[in-house]
């Protein structure tokens, strides 16, 4: 609904200064036209962001990670440059599914998928549900598996659910994005700092009103109870890196994951928030490699 008040962002306006612009490409696949970077060589390393992000999230890991596998970092449907999809698209199967159709459609399978905080909860269900992913390692950064407490879960449903209804919700909140120091308070409210360049991306795609109305449509449609309810059947190899300082995704989430899966491991880093993986690419880079490697 009201899709067509809400057109996605246009590349030509920004990709003079996007991040890796240059392993930019387009592909049609699953009903969604897909903004996708896919750069490096040797085993395939799929990425998926969180909610309100975009590929840019992983601007600082990209090179590092492409040194060892091809990387595939697209945008969520909905986010930034990927268009909305078919019905049902920006729910979790919905997402998931998409990007079991990209990855037909690049001949790709990932032997790693690396998601952050919502995107790892579409990881674990491609895992879960996809014979493409179903000898996938699985690396969460601050991973939302298990429904969020507090504000947080009422972000997550009903309050999302009048918001994505209401003609005039992404508008306005992009026109607050777009004030100075608005996105940076925003940001600092999930535990993170981040620099010049990470502040521009996110005012960029935040004070856009056609990303704004696909994160709260995503916001809307998402469930995690079914997940959280199969987490005790992944048999896959899992590795968490969370952020001491996340005020997002709390990190006592992640002990209560590895308590349904045993076999998982996480390694917390102090200082750092729920953007940890932007903030020290560098250490979060030799992490995922390692547990790659090691898987």
């Known amino acids: ?9 246009v590349w030509a306006q920004h990709q003079a200064t996007w991040p890796h612009a240059q392993h930019s490409r387009f592909v049609q696949a699953g009903g ?4 996708v970077q896919v750069c490096g060589q040797g085993p395939c390393m799929l990425l998926v962001h969180g909610t309100g992000s975009g590929n840019f999230s992983w601007r600082g890991l990209l090179p590092l990670l492409a040194q060892h596998f091809t990387v595939v970092a697209p945008d969520l449907p909905g986010h930034a440059f990927t268009s909305r999809g078919p019905e049902g698209a920006l729910s979790l199967p919905g997402m ?3 990007l079991r159709a990209l990855l037909l459609q690049l001949k790709l399978r990932p032997q790693v998928i690396v998601g952050h905080s919502a995107g790892a909860a579409i990881a674990a269900h491609m895992a879960l549900h996809f014979d493409c992913a179903a000898q996938s390692t699985l690396v969460g ?16 449903g009903p309050a999302a659910k009048l918001a994505a209804l209401n003609p005039l919700s992404a508008w306005a909140t992009a026109k607050m994005a ?3 120091g608005a996105v940076a308070e925003w940001l600092s409210r999930t535990g993170s700092t981040l620099d010049a360049q990470g502040l521009d991306l996110y005012t960029r795609v935040l004070s856009d009103s056609g990303h704004v109305h696909g994160v709260l449509s995503m916001m809307a449609a998402w469930r995690l109870k079914p997940l959280a309810a199969r987490l005790h059947t992944m048999r ?4 968490m890196h969370i952020g001491a300082n996340d005020q997002t995704v709390p990190p006592a989430l992640a002990d209560e994951a590895c308590q349904l899966m045993p076999q998982a491991q996480q390694s917390v880093q102090a200082g750092l928030g729920h953007l940890a993986h932007e903030q020290d690419p560098a250490g979060t880079a030799q992490h995922i490699l390692r547990w790659a490697h090691a898987a």
């Open 32 to 35: 969604i036209a897909w903004h």
């Open 178 to 180: 777009a004030k100075p």
């Open 1 to 9: 609904m009201f899709e067509r008040f809400y057109p996605g962002m």
């Open 96 to 98: 998931s599914e998409g």
């Open 236 to 239: 896959q190899p899992v590795f």
């Open 141 to 156: 950064l601050n991973p939302a598996w298990l429904p969020l407490p507090g504000v947080a879960s009422w972000l997550f």
